[in-house]
């Protein structure tokens, strides 16, 4: 840039702001914040260099914080205190509350009796927020498990609840502790590690090391969707679970909510075992695939409608006894029992009709 | 003539019971955990579980019982349980006759008992189908099934939970038919009750010995 051309940006750049200031209306301080939009922020925030002005808490993930529903909202709206002194100001930039926003859920957290246990920024970091539909079951429960020590966690269940570890590996703590009404039956991939003498360690496999095994050009989720048709149909699971296993990959089952309410009773129904433990429609209708992107959110693809029990049942990854029945086999083993029964019934019969002819030799 | 023989050896008899209550507890049980809304037995899933899995180890204890009792210490467990080749070429059809035909006309059973030939063809291929192959199976699938995760590469290797449970389940089918068909054959004696007596007490009061029909 010459000279010359710096001078008109450095002049443009002055009457913007002082037409800007001029115009302002009271409370200036608020539209002076919006003078800085998100990316202003963000040239320093989203810096690493900033690791070093006051550590990790200051830095916001650019690639993530763009990918959740806040990023529509805009820094400013949630600091709005933070004017172009900052940050020499010495002023603590204000935050919003949630409640501003999500009304609704901070009035149904306060009136729940974890409300004085845990505020909103302690399970939520507001630059990351994802619905619950793009969270692993994993990533459910961190918040949890910061406060709650999972050792803890089975001491306390186990007293009711049989396989204890079992279950908490394959339920979210929120699918026993908040009231959702529809639950979904939700597969990751895990990758595994054989351990001598020891059942192998089995972990979440991330966006990378999926990469490392799909079709680069077509992204992460042709590891199972191989037609890229957008659904999984039950033969891509069988497929994947036969191949899959030689990549040191399986499934692993769990069953979510679809809305995360803030309620936290105990759900007396979550005692009753048949509520997951029955078939059909039941509680959990729907099943999906879900696969990590590069920012840690996850995609769901959903698992061929119809076939959803059958895709329960094809897998050993996901054991929900009583509802991951087959049809034909009930049928066939019912009609082995009536076989049985049938002995009797005909036998007996003749035999009571035969009782006098017996009786005369 | 009241001729009475021992027939049935205490350690059997203890294997036998325990065996019949714990088939019965688990037909019933694992009707509820396979069908939890349509029997309920207990009416609580958890109590029908925890039944569920001590009524295996019971069985799978008392099989163990039974297998080294007949196998090591009476020494004839082949002989009593698996059809000889006169068995295989004539004993079964002359028995199945005698069960479809003849004994509705009131003729003699063509088995006779003696403590070293207890059971006819018919008995013997049904019992051995039952303690050779269905009690062995279920057990297998049942511990397999209670230890998915700590045996995952066992459950695996023989072909994974779908196979398990299915297995599992049709095993069950058959305990419940051979359960409704064995009773009602227990009562074919000369009195309904002639061959439950000796199952509890071991002697055999066999006024003519020809006359056992089970
Ligand atoms: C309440 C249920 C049951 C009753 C009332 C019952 C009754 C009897 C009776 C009366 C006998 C003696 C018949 C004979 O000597 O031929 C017998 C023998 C036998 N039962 Fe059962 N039974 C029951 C359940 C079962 C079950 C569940 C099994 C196996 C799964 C079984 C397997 C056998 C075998 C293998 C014998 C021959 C025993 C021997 O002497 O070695 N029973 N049962």
Redesign the interface.
């Known amino acids: 840039m010459s000279n010359s051309s710096k001078r008109w940006v450095h002049r443009f750049i002055w009457v913007t702001a002082v037409v800007f200031v001029l115009a302002a209306p009271w409370p200036g301080g608020r539209l002076l914040a919006h003078a800085w939009d998100t990316e202003d922020c963000q040239g320093c925030h989203a810096d690493l260099s900033i690791l070093e002005d006051g550590g990790g808490y200051l830095y916001v993930d650019s690639a993530r914080y763009e990918r959740t529903a806040h990023a529509e909202v805009g820094c400013p709206s949630c600091h709005e205190s933070v004017n172009e002194d900052h940050p020499d100001d010495g002023v603590r930039p204000s935050r919003a509350k949630c409640g501003e926003c999500h009304d609704e859920v901070e009035a149904e957290y306060t009136e729940s009796i974890h409300a004085d246990n845990a505020t909103c920024t302690d399970c939520h970091n507001p630059h990351e927020v994802k619905p619950v539909g793009q969270v692993s079951g994993a990533q459910m429960n961190r918040p949890c498990m910061e406060c709650h020590e999972e050792d803890d966690v089975v001491a306390s269940h186990e007293a009711w609840l049989s396989q204890t570890t079992r279950h908490i590996r394959a339920l979210p703590c929120i699918t026993c502790h908040t009231g959702s009404k529809v639950y979904v039956v939700t597969f990751y991939v895990g990758t595994f590690e054989e351990r001598a003498g020891r059942s192998p360690r089995v972990a979440l496999a991330t966006h990378e090391e999926l990469m490392a095994k799909a079709e680069r050009s077509e992204g992460v989720t042709s590891v199972i969707d191989r037609d890229a048709d957008g659904r999984v149909s039950v033969e891509e699971l069988r497929l994947f679970y036969r191949e899959g296993r030689a990549e040191g990959l399986q499934l692993w089952g769990m069953m979510t909510p679809e809305v995360a309410t803030h309620n936290y009773a105990t759900m007396d129904n979550r005692w009753d075992c048949s509520f997951c433990h029955a078939s059909g429609p039941g509680v959990v209708q729907k099943s999906f695939v879900a696969l990590p992107g590069p920012t840690g959110d996850y995609t769901r693809i959903p698992v061929e409608p119809g076939a959803v029990l059958d895709a329960l049942y094809g897998t050993p990854d996901f054991y929900m006894i009583g509802a991951t029945r087959s049809k034909t086999m009930s049928l066939i083993g019912l009609l082995i029992v009536a076989a049985g029964l049938m002995v009797p019934l005909v036998h007996g019969t003749l035999r009571l009709l035969t009782i006098r002819k017996r009786r005369e030799h | 003539m009241n001729e009475k023989i021992y027939l049935t050896p205490t350690p059997v008899r203890i294997w036998h019971w325990l065996n019949a209550f714990g088939i019965i507890t688990l037909v019933l049980t694992g009707a509820e ?5 349509y029997a309920q037995v207990l009416g609580n ?2 109590a029908a ?2 039944l569920h899995d001590t009524a295996g180890i019971v069985v799978t204890l008392s099989f163990g019982l039974w297998f080294i009792y007949y196998a090591f210490v009476a020494r004839n467990l082949l002989r009593l349980y698996i059809p000889s080749r006169e068995d295989i070429q004539r004993g079964m059809i002359r028995q199945a006759v005698f ?1 479809g035909y003849q ?5 003699p059973n063509p088995h006779h008992q003696t403590p070293e030939n207890k059971f006819n063809a018919l008995q013997k291929t049904a019992y051995a189908a039952i303690m050779f192959v269905c009690i062995p199976l279920v057990i297998v699938t049942g511990v397999l ?1 209670m230890n ?3 045996l ?2 066992m ?2 290797a023989v072909g ?3 196979l398990l ?2 297995a599992h ?2 095993v ?3 305990f ?6 064995h ?3 227990a009562t074919l004696g000369h009195t309904p009750f002639a061959h439950f007596k000796p199952m509890w007490t071991g002697w055999e009061e066999a006024e003519d010995p020809s006359d056992r029909n089970t």
Not at chain 2, 33 to 37: G, K, N, S, T, W
Not at chain 2, 103 to 107: A, K, L
């Open positions: 955990i396979r069908f939890p809304e899933y958890k579980v925890r069960y004994y509705f006309r009131g003729g099934m998915v995760s700590s995952r590469e459950v695996m994974g939970l779908r449970i299915g389940w049709l069950a089918c058959v419940c038919a051979f359960l409704f068909t009773i009602y054959l």
